[in-house]
């Protein structure tokens, strides 16, 4: 069974910082990858996904993240904040075929001005 | 391109009683997947129908059930409502169980007193 743990439900970062979220994933087979953002009281939008191919995938909103297979990470990150990007961010994973989407617990991002 | 239409958007029921919540997917699509989220426990998987059958489920009690209609469009029930069942809940749709991009509405919020 696949899993995804995201390191830190809270993170504060400073407008303009870099933003880092972190996302480890465990799978019994190649997974898909993917990003979600969501704002308060709103569905979630994904913000980029990973099937197969160039492990640097970017996404919209200037995010972009590496998977990394030696290590079982999927990390998100983005230059520069911005208060817009004030949200909670979600790591999900899907082996492929006919399983389900596996989520992690979300990381709440909190923009310093 | 309409997106993932889901209705109501917010409810407010007694317990005990029962709810029937509407998801409308993205034209083309025939994949429905449901999920409870909360603030304790994050984003739960539900179930997902595809061509009107169900192909996944989670870990619920039968008191929440599902189905999907030919033209794709799913409701989800839950029955004899708990306070715990207060939740945002989420429906998202993708071309197909095996295809892993999913879109997401943005949810119904359900309220138990």
């Known amino acids: 069974a696949q899993s995804v743990t995201q390191l830190g439900s809270h993170v504060s970062v400073s407008e303009g910082a870099l933003v880092l979220l972190r996302c480890n994933y465990s799978s019994s087979v190649p997974p898909y990858l993917f990003w979600y953002v969501q704002y308060p009281n709103q569905g979630l939008q994904l913000l980029l996904k990973?099937?197969?191919?160039?492990?640097l995938v970017k996404g919209i909103n200037g995010f972009e993240a590496e998977f990394k297979k030696s290590e079982t990470s999927f990390h998100l990150t983005k230059p520069s904040a911005h208060m817009s990007d004030a949200a909670e961010y979600f790591c999900a994973v899907k082996p492929g075929g006919y399983q389900k989407v596996t989520f992690g617990t979300g990381t709440k991002l909190q923009v310093i001005p | 391109k309409a997106g993932v239409t889901q209705t109501p958007r917010y409810l407010i029921k007694t317990r005990g009683q029962q709810v029937t919540l509407s998801c409308s997917p993205i034209s083309g699509h025939r994949s429905v997947s449901w999920y409870q989220q909360t603030p304790g426990q994050g984003l739960q998987f539900l179930f997902e129908y595809f061509s009107e059958t169900q192909r996944n489920k989670g870990n619920f009690p039968g008191r929440f059930s599902g189905r999907q209609f030919s033209n794709s469009r799913s409701e989800m029930n839950v029955s004899t409502l708990e306070l715990g069942d207060s939740a945002l809940y989420l429906c998202?749709?993708?071309?197909?169980?095996?295809?892993?991009?999913?879109?997401f509405g943005q949810g119904t919020r359900l309220t138990v007193v």
């Open positions: 998202a749709s993708s071309l197909a169980v095996q295809v892993a991009e999913a879109f």
């Open positions: 990973y099937t197969t191919g160039a492990t």
